[in-house]
């Protein structure tokens, strides 16, 4: 079982809908959770982190944790077109050492069309 | 730095070649990371410098890989007899050093093995 798992999608989704980003993870001991965004031929750029269960919101982004379910997913309200990218979801295991040993998943590719 | 600078952009190397990649974090970072990725995969933890030392080099694929930090700043990844799977996205972050704070990435290295 891999550490950390996403849907490679794509997740296809018109514009204005609410896009719903899925992630497992298999480490139970995980305190931090990341949610990166990476454009094509760009580097991951950070969006979300969320290290309690429930829902965190940042404008149109909510994360949301299940540490008991072992699960952590992003929403996108009002997708737009420039939300299109890939969405990697990731694991701190460094937290107790106090540093970022992230493991991401491969990623789930959003396609939001017009 | 503005940001993480990391050079050359692009490097095609025939195989068994040595090559270094280089990565100027932004200035005041403590912690370094190396992370690879290949196509259509997600990011894979290489190392961790905190400082001048590497408490985490867990990552590193084989004894070909090598990566040093000096002075508390630039750091050099070294892979040795380049081998064609070693091709990939190699990606340098830094950050404040504390566990929960957000990587700032460069733009990364595109390694190809011929």
């Known amino acids: 079982q891999k550490e950390v798992e996403q849907n490679s999608g794509p997740l296809s989704v018109p514009e204005g809908a609410i896009a719903s980003l899925n992630c497992t993870y298999s480490?139970?001991?995980?305190?931090?959770f990341f949610w990166y965004r990476q454009y094509s031929g760009k580097s991951p750029e950070l969006i979300m982190s969320?290290?309690?269960?429930g829902d965190k919101e940042d404008g149109r982004f909510t994360a949301q944790l299940n540490k008991a379910s072992q699960y952590v997913s992003l929403l996108i309200r009002d997708s737009q077109p420039s939300d299109s990218a890939t969405y990697l979801c990731?694991?701190?295991?460094?937290?107790?050492?106090?540093?970022?040993?992230?493991?991401f998943g491969a990623g789930t590719r959003l396609a939001v069309h017009p | 730095g503005a940001g993480v600078s990391q050079s050359p952009s692009n490097k095609v190397t025939e195989k068994g070649k040595d090559v270094e990649l280089r990565c100027d974090p932004i200035?005041?970072?403590?912690?370094l990371y190396w992370y690879r990725q290949s196509l259509g995969q997600g990011l894979e933890f290489l190392i961790y410098?905190?400082?001048?030392?590497?408490?985490?080099k867990s990552g590193l694929p084989s004894d070909r890989f090598s990566a040093e930090r000096t002075g508390g700043s630039v750091s050099t990844l070294t892979i040795q007899r380049t081998q064609q799977e070693d091709s990939a996205v190699y990606l340098c972050?830094?950050?404040?050093?504390?566990?929960?704070?957000?990587?700032?990435f460069g733009s990364g290295t595109q390694l190809s093995v011929l």
């Open positions: 990731a694991v701190n295991l460094g937290f107790s050492g106090g540093y970022n040993k992230l493991i």
């Open positions: 480490d139970r001991g995980s305190q931090s």
């Open positions: 969320i290290y309690s269960n």
């Open positions: 410098f905190q400082g001048n030392s590497a408490p985490d």
């Open positions: 200035s005041g970072h403590t912690a």
């Open positions: 972050a830094s950050s404040l050093g504390t566990g929960r704070e957000k990587l700032f």
